[in-house]
């Protein structure tokens, strides 16, 4: 009698708890299983998001949002072709099309992405930040500005402690905003300089500001012996250089002389970091870091506190802050990167780059009529170990004295490059995106 009383209590007990336990398990999943049936507003963005995306372009170009005819009465994705492909699928190869490496746009990153499009993909609100200001009344998100500096500290290719941090819609903005400054009030205008060859930006701008605090003053080596020490200068230190990608230094010297160290390029991907760069002006772009251009993201490491509000006031009168969309998109990339303590994105980028780099060289290795720089292998404090060169550009010479023209020479082979700015331009820049077809020359 007792142990049958004690048989239906236990049985009484096992159902109360298995009742309770599913109970509490369909209460948890309620709450938080199948998020994803519980999208509001956020569904139609993603759905239209996921159909552009799932469109293959056959690999020869991309649907995108913003593509023309989506989401208008026809409502389907269209395919944007890379160059020499057509068709509405791009399945088409266009015959005598030219192979163009004139273009700068570091495309060769994509794939990374893609193989990352759930932790790169941001969602912007129709109410995202629609201030003038971000946080605190400034115009620059300061959880972005923190990514940034633990870059710089994780890469350890610029020493970002105690630097006054300013962004720019690209650095592109920045150049001329750090002319801007370091010639502010100067007893006589500033002669600007760099060493060819050079990033064309640098004599454009100056040229087209046409200011009366500064003035396009050429080569640096027309300057770099002068006896005039009451000249004041400022040079643009590109390191490592566009389009050579060798490093560089200040070649102007004296009391007068400044410098805008430009590092676009001192990433791992494409140069070895044998040490942490420490410069007064120091500029850097997203564009080069993960390849994202068309978001028009750079900022500045800068010392002295009055040369970064001379820049800061430039940018505020010339564009009242960045775009808050940009800043977002620029912190989720930037958390991506930091990943795995950069290594993923540093390594894919480097293994494209070195391996177009050497099928490269190696053919124009038999060639007599074409050579390209030389860049030797260096050890990297970031992959703690001797890389080979993994340049962004070609700096490709035309060997032989008739092809002085050197573009001309290569435009008959069908390949579209950029003239060099230097004299004799027996030189060309050939952009990453070419290396494969010059080696069918
Ligand atoms: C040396 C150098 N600096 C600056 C830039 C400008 O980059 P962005 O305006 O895209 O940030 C470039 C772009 O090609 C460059 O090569």
Known sequence: MGNKTQGSSSKCLFFFFSGSLSLNLLLLYLSFGRQSDRLTWTRTAALEAEAVASLSCSGHGRAFLDGIGFGSSQGEPACECYGCYGGSDCSELLPDCPADADSGDPLFLEPFWMQRAESSAVMVSGWHRMSYQITKGTMLSIELEKHIRKLHSVIGNANETGKFILFGVGSTQLLNAAVHALSYKTLSPAYVVA???????????????????????????????????????????????????????????????????????????????????????????????????????????????????????????????????????????????????????????????????????????????????????????????????????????????????????????????????????????????????????
Request: charged content about 20%; overall charge positive.
């Open 195 to 441: 060493t060819a060859p050079y990033y064309g930006a640098y004599e454009t701008q100056t040229k087209l500001f046409n200011s009366e605090d500064y003035e396009w003053a050429g080569d640096t080596f027309q300057w770099k012996n002068t006896s005039d020490s009451s000249l004041n200068f400022v040079e643009f230190v590109t390191s490592p250089n566009n389009p050579d990608g060798l490093p560089r230094h200040p070649v102007i010297q004296g009391p007068f002389a400044k410098a805008i160290h430009d590092h676009a390029y001192y990433w791992p991907h494409f140069t070895a970091i044998p040490s942490m760069v420490d410069e007064e002006i120091m500029l850097f772009t997203l564009s080069k870091i993960t390849g994202h251009a068309g978001t028009r993201f750079g900022w500045a490491l800068i010392k002295d506190e009055e040369v970064y509000n001379r820049m800061l006031k430039y940018t505020a009168t010339n564009t009242i802050g960045f775009s808050h969309e940009s800043q977002l998109r620029a912190l989720k990339l930037l958390k991506v990167v930091l990943q795995r303590g950069g290594r993923d994105m540093f390594q894919f980028g480097y293994t494209t780059l070195s391996d177009r780099w050497r099928k490269l060289s190696t053919s124009l290795s038999l060639s007599k009529r074409f050579s390209l720089q030389k860049i030797a292998p260096q050890y990297c404090n970031f992959f703690q170990r001797i890389r080979e060169p993994s340049p962004g550009y070609a700096w490709l010479k035309c060997e032989m004295e008739e092809d002085e023209d050197c573009e001309r020479v290569l435009s008959g082979a069908g390949i579209i490059g950029r003239a060099a700015n230097v004299i004799p331009r027996a030189r060309m820049i050939l952009r990453a995106k070419l290396q494969f077809s010059v080696a069918s020359l």
